[in-house]
């Protein structure tokens, strides 16, 4: 299949429809606003739903009852929408119902800025909402990745009855890449008997709740959940590991950022300074594997962000005293620059022992 070239937040909507999503509900906040005007103009045309709703709080409440009746639903908003989604998030989550979360991520704290950041990084993985619960989330580097990711979420949705974030910054929804729309292979799914689809006289009806007002019931519900988050622990996670070999710094960076770390690595090439990179596509489950086998040569890990430093929490936890680890980052809509990053390198070099 040819490519086409896309902004990424269209390309957003038609992997989405692709996937087989006809069930939209979102409000209008920059800068994902063209995902929701994709969809309200081309899910029509497959039969689909489109709804601008009153509030965020609303379309994520309308997202749990399409859920509720086993359609491909989504939602996409930006960092102050998403924290307004909050509350809905935990209710899925509890209530055991796949549904997709796009994030374009803008500056904050509060309203902050319309420019790209990584400032949910936080938000996504501890979860805004009350209680025991984890999303899948993705954090795709391209606006390709983001067409591929956005499609298996949608299957992950299914496979383990649970939210599926895709998180990328206002970057990423502004650029235009070429794209391809693979076919994707068919991958076996259980059968959504628990939905609200009515009896037909068959069965007894299906209850869609997360309230449990007995404590034995809810700890059991818990428990339940925590196994299922476990495995995705287990299977999911996903990661890139670049120029690895003989690297003395190892920066870890997700996203365009990691793109951006990219071609600073290949500069500091040029200077006989051998950098790595791993890049976390999962930012839940953090890909802790890909720090298993460290190079003998590593003197310390970087953390790079577009954000005051949150990503630099789990680098820390996995490397477990191994190295030390720094941090560079921008923020408020600030992107960081190869020559940043580069500087910074020198720095740590300079001070390694």
Same mark, same amino acid.
């Given at each position: 299949?040819?490519?086409?070239?896309?902004?990424?937040?269209?390309?957003?909507?038609?992997?989405?429809?692709?996937?087989?999503?006809? +069930?939209?509900?979102?409000?209008?906040?920059?800068? !994902?606003?063209?995902?929701?005007?994709?969809?309200?103009?081309?899910?029509?045309?497959?039969?689909?739903?489109?709804?601008?709703? $009153?509030?965020?709080?609303?379309?994520?409440?309308?997202?749990?009852?399409?859920?509720?009746?086993?359609?491909?639903?989504?939602?996409?908003?930006?960092?102050?929408?998403?924290?307004?989604?909050?509350?809905?998030?935990?209710?899925?989550?509890?209530?055991?119902?796949?549904?997709?979360?796009?994030?374009?991520?803008?500056?904050?704290?509060?309203?902050?800025?319309? !420019?790209?950041?990584?400032?949910?990084?936080?938000?996504?993985? =501890?979860?805004?909402?009350?209680?025991?619960?984890?999303?899948?989330?993705?954090?795709?580097?391209?606006?390709?990745?983001?067409?591929?990711?956005?499609?298996?979420?949608?299957?992950?949705?299914?496979?383990? =009855?649970?939210?599926?974030?895709?998180?990328?910054?206002?970057?990423?929804?502004?650029?235009?890449?070429?794209?391809?729309?693979?076919?994707?292979? +068919?991958?076996?799914?259980?059968?959504?008997?628990?939905?609200?689809?009515?009896?037909?006289?068959?069965?007894?009806?299906?209850?869609?709740?997360?309230?449990?007002? !007995?404590?034995?019931?809810?700890?059991? +519900?818990?428990?339940?959940?925590?196994?299922?988050?476990?495995?995705?622990?287990?299977?999911? !996670? =996903?990661?890139?590991?670049?120029?690895?070999?003989?690297?003395?710094?190892?920066?870890?960076?997700?996203?365009?950022?990691?793109?951006?770390?990219?071609?600073?690595? $290949?500069?500091?090439?040029?200077?006989?300074?051998?950098?790595?990179?791993?890049?976390?596509?999962?930012?839940?489950?953090?890909?802790?594997?890909?720090?298993?086998?460290?190079?003998?040569?590593?003197?310390?890990?970087?953390?790079?962000?577009?954000?005051?430093?949150?990503?630099?929490?789990?680098?820390?936890?996995?490397?477990?005293?191994?190295?030390?680890?720094?941090?560079?980052?921008?923020?408020?809509?600030?992107?960081?620059?190869?020559?940043?990053?580069?500087?910074?390198?020198?720095?740590?070099?300079?001070?390694?022992?």
């Amino acid at each position: 299949m040819a490519k086409v070239l896309m902004k990424g937040n269209e390309a957003i909507g038609a992997a989405a429809i692709k996937a087989g999503c006809k +069930h939209f509900f979102g409000y209008p906040i920059t800068p !994902q606003n063209e995902v929701p005007e994709y969809m309200s103009k081309e899910l029509p045309k497959v039969g689909g739903v489109f709804v601008q709703a $009153e509030s965020e709080v609303a379309a994520i409440n309308m997202v749990y009852g399409a859920a509720g009746s086993g359609v491909r639903v989504m939602t996409s908003s930006s960092s102050p929408g998403i924290a307004l989604k909050q509350e809905g998030i935990s209710y899925i989550a509890g209530a055991e119902l796949p549904a997709v979360i796009v994030n374009i991520v803008r500056g904050g704290p509060g309203l902050g800025s319309i !420019q790209p950041a990584q400032s949910d990084y936080n938000q996504s993985t =501890r979860g805004g909402g009350d209680g025991d619960y984890k999303l899948l989330v993705y954090a795709p580097a391209n606006v390709q990745e983001m067409v591929d990711l956005l499609q298996e979420a949608f299957d992950k949705a299914d496979y383990y =009855r649970n939210p599926v974030m895709v998180v990328g910054d206002g970057m990423i929804g502004q650029m235009m890449e070429p794209v391809e729309f693979k076919e994707r292979p +068919h991958v076996d799914l259980p059968a959504k008997d628990w939905a609200a689809v009515g009896t037909k006289g068959l069965r007894k009806p299906n209850v869609i709740n997360s309230l449990f007002l !007995q404590p034995e019931d809810l700890e059991e +519900h818990n428990i339940r959940l925590t196994a299922k988050y476990q495995k995705m622990k287990d299977n999911e !996670q =996903r990661y890139e590991a670049y120029n690895m070999e003989n690297a003395e710094i190892i920066c870890v960076a997700y996203g365009t950022t990691a793109r951006i770390v990219k071609n600073a690595i $290949e500069t500091l090439k040029e200077e006989g300074i051998n950098v790595g990179l791993i890049r976390p596509i999962t930012l839940w489950p953090f890909p802790e594997k890909a720090f298993e086998v460290l190079p003998e040569t590593a003197k310390a890990f970087i953390s790079v962000e577009m954000s005051m430093g949150q990503m630099i929490d789990d680098v820390k936890i996995v490397s477990n005293g191994r190295l030390p680890v720094d941090f560079y980052g921008r923020s408020g809509g600030m992107i960081p620059t190869p020559e940043g990053i580069i500087g910074k390198i020198r720095e740590m070099i300079g001070g390694a022992k």
